[in-house]
């Protein structure tokens, strides 16, 4: 999700216990909700003298420490999860090697269960965000066992130790950002529907 180099005075990183008691764990991932943790690490990085100069990085911790990223993480998540569901639900309909195999109705699985128009075609919806959303039965025993099947993740936030004497200009300590086209204000994926199901 974010990577991170701490620059650090080696005395002031081993006395922060951040990166191992001797410094034998110069890669630390922490959970993007792990506000405590992270707070440590950012007051590391603000020890070094140097770190001032390093503004994208300051810009990074002020986005990772402001009220609104885990919810928005979360809100991520969520899409995620619904994706994924969403895409082994369609793997399990059209009878793919190694899906979740269903026991009744494909379709009794959403809730509302998915209608279909009258020239044969159904859509399933991720969600507009005002009116129509399509989400999983909860209660249905396909659902059940597709969400102890699939993958669960957490996003994680990788913190790197650099003890070396770095006083440079710039943003050290940064992966370049990839742009992203965002289809739409609160959507966070290209394709928001299954079409022609």
């Known amino acids: 999700m974010a990577f991170i180099t701490i620059h650090a005075k080696r005395g002031h ?3 922060s216990g951040l990166f191992g008691l001797l410094l034998d764990a110069p890669v630390q991932l922490v959970d993007f909700d792990d506000e405590q943790n992270i707070r440590s690490f950012h007051a590391l990085f603000k020890r070094d003298i140097y770190n001032r100069k390093r503004t994208e990085v300051i810009k990074l911790f002020s986005l990772i420490l402001s009220p609104i990223f885990r919810s928005r993480v979360q809100d991520w998540m969520e899409k995620v999860d619904w994706l994924m569901m969403a895409t082994a639900w369609l793997r399990a309909k059209m009878n793919w090697e190694n899906c979740i195999p269903f ?14 128009f009258p ?5 399933v919806y ?13 209660d249905n025993p396909w659902v059940i066992q597709a969400k102890k099947e699939l993958p669960r993740f957490t996003p994680k936030i990788l913190f790197m130790l650099c003890t070396d004497d770095c ?14 086209l965002i289809a739409r204000r609160d959507d966070y994926f290209e394709v928001n529907c299954y079409e022609y199901l």
């Open 167 to 180: 006083d440079v200009d710039g943003n050290i300590g940064m992966v370049p950002s990839v742009q992203r």
């Open 119 to 123: 020239d044969g075609q159904r859509l």
């Open 126 to 138: 991720m969600g507009d965000g005002e009116n129509y959303v399509n989400r999983f039965d909860d």
């Open 13 to 15: 990183a081993v006395t």
């Open 103 to 116: 026991d009744g109705d494909p379709f009794a699985t959403w809730n509302p269960i998915i209608e279909e």
